[in-house]
């Protein structure tokens, strides 16, 4: 099927990621999918919550938002977490566990390190978008912790990416921006690490439902979709 933008079926959008984007963060980045564009920082504090104190290992938490004309129509700011609403507050947590799974919370020590997800342009895929960002954020904010002497080793253990994929009148599609999300029959969401496995499947029928052929299509869709993203972040960060 002829695509909006006309991509191919199987085609990422153009993905740029720009480190050190914010001078004071320990880990930061642009990244920038099509016409989604996401500020994320990775700030390193010398604490943990309450209920990891003493256990010797640390955090790793995402916080994600858009800025009030990120999309077509002005979202209102939320003044405090409690305006927050429960599209942003899943995907925070996504983007949390995502890290996580990629992190030894031990070798970070008894720090927390905060993900930041600012969406400043927002045109489909923003929380996968936020995921790969977060993974260059936080694995420049590893290497200075290395670098400074605070920590003994990394405590990535390996990136980890994620990727949309949709179908639309039979058709499988891949990194869908706002106006195919909007419209696909069925929607997902795969994240994975870097070593292939797979942290989350989000998957969800819109219009029609899917069968397992369908959805072993789209896995293998996003899976040969991520392997380029993968080397989009290990260009960037400068790692074989």
């Not at 955090?59 to 979202?75: D, K």
């Not at 179908?167 to 419209?183: A, F, H």
């Not at 789209?218 to 989009?232: V, W």
Request: hydrophobic fraction near 40%.
């Amino acid at each position: 099927m002829k695509r909006i933008d006309s991509r191919a079926a199987h085609e990422l959008r153009d993905i740029s990621i720009t480190r050190d984007y914010i001078p004071h963060a320990e880990g930061s980045c642009l990244i920038e999918t099509g016409d989604t564009r996401i500020i994320i920082t990775a700030s390193v504090e010398d604490r943990v919550p309450p209920w990891l104190e003493g256990r010797g290992k640390g955090w790793v938490t995402a916080e994600y938002g858009m800025l009030p004309r990120a999309t077509q129509n002005r979202n209102r700011r939320p003044v405090n977490s409690s305006q927050q609403n429960g599209r942003a507050m899943e995907i925070q947590r996504l983007i949390g566990r995502s890290l996580r799974a990629v992190s030894d919370l031990k070798a970070l020590g008894e720090r927390t390190v905060t993900v930041d997800c600012d969406v400043i342009s927002a045109d489909g895929g923003t929380r996968v978008a936020s995921i790969t960002g977060a993974a260059v954020a936080l694995y420049d904010a590893s290497r200075m912790l290395v670098n400074d002497g605070l920590t003994e080793r990394s405590f990535m253990r390996e990136l980890v990416a994620a990727v949309s994929i949709g179908v639309k009148d039979s058709d499988v599609l891949t990194d869908l921006c706002y106006v195919e999300d909007s419209s696909a029959d069925v929607d997902m969401n795969i994240v994975m690490t870097e070593s292939g496995g797979l942290i989350e499947i989000q998957g969800t029928a819109e219009g029609a439902t899917f069968d397992r052929e369908t959805l072993n299509e789209m896995i293998d869709s996003a899976e040969s979709a991520l392997h380029s993203i993968f080397a989009k972040q290990k260009a960037v960060l400068g790692i074989d």
